[in-house]
């Protein structure tokens, strides 16, 4: 049979873009050339596309000499990847486009909307999964609408916080008692997020989530173990053996994930039968409430006291770092790194079908 040939997509603009391209490694490290032709398409902080064999690591080296300048056409009829210099010529046909992407531009629906445009398969949620995932303060109000629980929290604007911050600070403190969490909306691998303790601790928090988004979320803080389960499928998901974060740091913070080894992965995570079950059916409800596809990583705050699991986020675009814990828990689960890889390429490949059933022409003589 012939090789399937895969599109990988990385860096990108967005906070994490070193993340991504750490993914991307082990991505690109465990497709098997047996099975695959694999195209490797760097995005840069700028926005620009670039192919070549070599992209992940002259990315991570910060240049992209040698490199092809690249794109992707919003054209089905057109479809694949285009080489944009020395004139538009097409460099391959792609049967399917993995997306090792995080935060905006990769995560939030934007890059899954031209990829429905060119009519392409794609690995991972679809335009409007993507885009509730993505923001908190969204997420947060669909998971109260399907009665599922998440912490009290409230969402402001970056206009409000620099023309009324005295009246967004009052409006935080009186949603709960310190500690608080104030995060970027539109943002993951805990970029920007940070815990205040007091007045002056929230004030500069949100300054800082304000660089990084023009929705802010603030959230009660609570004494919470942080629970994670991996979700995969598209019209039947399933869920992971559920894994739990022991940071090294007050929180699950960037440094605690990336930067210092300090912070443990206990998996399966230490819970009684009936917390496992519970999380796991609320992993699949959230899931299902955002009609995301392909997989996900579900993440919970577990209350130290009262066991009460909160839904924290869906993360429609997991890590797949040596570290990640989506595709350790789907390892745990008994479904091994590269074997994960080939199914989330299977249900990328099975939903693109499922899509070209639907009828986007209407002609009113054809209607029974």
Not at 210 to 235: C, F, K
């Amino acid at each position: 049979m012939a090789k399937l040939r895969v599109g990988i997509l990385f860096g990108g603009r967005s906070g994490e873009h070193e993340v991504s391209l750490i993914s991307a490694r082990s991505v690109l490290q465990h497709l098997s050339p047996e099975k695959y032709e694999v195209y490797p398409i760097g995005i840069t902080h700028e926005g620009a596309w670039y192919f070549g064999p070599e992209a992940r690591e002259m990315l991570e080296q910060g240049t992209t000499q040698g490199l092809r300048p690249v794109t992707v056409l919003p054209d089905p009829t057109r479809r694949g990847l285009w080489a944009l210099e020395p004139v538009l010529e097409r460099l391959a046909e792609l049967d399917v486009v993995f997306p090792v992407l995080h935060g905006p531009f990769g995560e939030d629906g934007t890059l899954q909307g031209l990829l429905e445009m060119a009519g392409v398969a794609y690995v991972g949620a679809g335009v409007a999964a993507s885009a509730v995932g993505m923001d908190k303060g969204l997420f947060k109000d669909l998971m109260r609408a399907h009665g599922l629980p998440v912490v009290r929290y409230r969402v402001f604007t970056r206009h409000r916080w620099e023309q009324d911050p005295e009246g967004v600070i009052r409006g935080c403190e009186a949603l709960a008692p310190y500690p608080l969490f104030v995060k970027p909306a539109n943002l993951g691998s805990s970029v920007g997020v940070t815990k205040a303790k007091n007045r002056e601790q929230l004030r500069e928090a949100l300054h800082l989530a304000a660089r990084y988004d023009r929705r802010l979320v603030v959230e009660q803080g609570i004494p919470a173990r942080e629970i994670e389960v991996s979700v995969l499928g598209n019209e039947e998901p399933v869920a992971s053996v559920p894994g739990e974060v022991v940071p090294g740091d007050e929180f699950y913070s960037y440094r605690a994930k990336y930067l210092d080894d300090t912070s443990r992965l206990l998996i399966p995570a230490p819970l009684t039968p009936e917390q496992t079950q519970r999380v796991r059916e609320l992993a699949l409800a959230a899931y299902r409430a955002i009609d995301a596809a392909g997989m996900a990583r579900v993440d919970f705050l577990m209350h130290k006291e009262t066991g009460e699991f909160f839904i924290s986020e869906v993360n429609t675009i997991p890590g797949f770092t040596p570290i990640s814990m989506y595709p350790k828990l789907w390892e745990a689960s008994g479904l091994p790194y590269p074997q994960l890889l080939d199914r989330l390429i299977e249900l990328a490949l099975e939903r693109h079908r499922e899509r070209q059933r639907t009828i986007y022409r209407f002609r009113p003589d054809e209607e029974a």
